[in-house]
């Protein structure tokens, strides 16, 4: 026998050793492979038996809420039922009242069209009278507005028996008389002081007041001499004249409240008396 041919002998005889440490190895792997596959198998059985009973509970859950949905549909349908047959009733009732309002409603419009017809006819009937009636209250109004200001605005005489113009009682009846434009007003406010106040084309010094007997004395002053008015009583027309006015009608005060220490009203003159206010203004 040759060399070569002992050789091979040899590692023929060498061989099942290493096959059988690799079938040891593959039977350890399997081993440990069947441990993990027994593994996972448990674990998988342990979630599909947590996984059934979770599916249990919510079916059991879920049909709890479905028989009380049930039981909730069956009391609506009652419900319904009961409000069907009540709108049932009602609809009836609303024809029969719509019919109702109906008929009422054509004769009313029937009354409503003869009514309009007379009230129409009686309109025409006397829109002249009441045009009259109109015209006939506007000239009452305006007669009455006449004398109310007539009543206001009336004529007395003045403490130098010469009557006076028309007298106001106040600032508004001052207005009214300068509408007119029969005379010059000058409005003042007088008080108690020692140096005498201009008021138009005079002077004026208020001397004393008595509020409770409404009178008042005063002193004016025009053409270089002096007028004492004393005792005067408030709405009396307190006259006087200055050169130039003789041949007119004079110069009045009149006071509309006596106060304390005041005196309130204004003075007319002529007015002509324009002239001579300038000319006694400028020799002043």
Same mark, same amino acid.
Request: aromatic share 0%.
């Given at each position: 026998m040759s060399e070569f041919q002992e050789t091979n002998i040899q590692n023929t005889a060498a061989t099942p050793r290493w096959v059988g440490l690799a079938i040891a190895a593959l039977g350890g792997l399997s081993l440990i492979g069947i441990g993990v596959g027994w593994s996972a198998l448990n674990h998988a059985k342990?979630?599909?038996?947590?996984?059934?009973?979770?599916?249990?509970?919510?079916?059991?859950?879920?049909?709890?809420?479905?028989?009380?949905?049930?039981?909730?549909?069956?009391?609506?349908?009652?419900d319904l039922k009961v409000v069907? $047959?009540?709108?049932?009733?009602?609809?009836?009732?609303?024809?029969s009242a719509r019919k109702q309002s109906k008929?009422?409603?054509?004769?009313?419009?029937?009354?409503?069209?003869?009514?309009?017809?007379?009230?129409?006819?009686?309109?025409?009937?006397?829109?002249?009278?009441? $045009?009259?009636?109109?015209?006939?209250?506007?000239?009452?109004?305006?007669?009455? $507005?006449? $004398?109310?200001?007539?009543?206001?605005?009336?004529?007395?005489?003045?403490?130098?028996?010469?009557?006076?113009?028309?007298?106001a009682r106040n600032h508004d009846d001052v207005e009214e008389l300068r509408r007119r434009g029969d005379r010059n007003y000058f409005e003042f406010t007088l008080a108690k002081a020692k140096t005498p106040q201009r008021v138009g084309p005079v002077q004026m010094a208020l001397n004393k007041t008595d509020p409770k007997k409404s009178k008042y004395t005063m002193t004016v002053l025009a053409d270089d001499k002096s007028i004492e008015k004393k005792d005067k009583t408030a709405g009396e027309p307190v006259q006087f004249y200055v050169k130039g006015s003789t041949h007119m009608s004079p110069y009045e005060i009149v006071v509309f409240e006596v106060g304390k220490s005041q005196i309130t009203g204004y003075l007319s003159t002529p007015k002509s008396a324009a002239t001579a206010a300038a000319s006694n203004t400028a020799a002043q």
């Open positions: 342990s979630v599909e038996q947590s996984t059934q009973a979770s599916l249990k509970q919510q079916n059991d859950a879920l049909g709890q809420r479905l028989a009380k949905s049930e039981d909730q549909s069956q009391q609506l349908q009652s069907t $047959d009540k709108l049932n009733v009602t609809q009836d009732e609303l024809i008929a009422a409603g054509a004769a009313y419009d029937k009354k409503l069209t003869g009514l309009a017809s007379n009230v129409n006819t009686q309109l025409a009937t006397k829109a002249s009278t009441e $045009d009259v009636t109109k015209l006939n209250g506007d000239v009452t109004g305006v007669k009455s $507005d006449l $004398d109310v200001t007539k009543a206001k605005l009336e004529r007395s005489m003045g403490d130098m028996n010469v009557m006076s113009g028309l007298i």
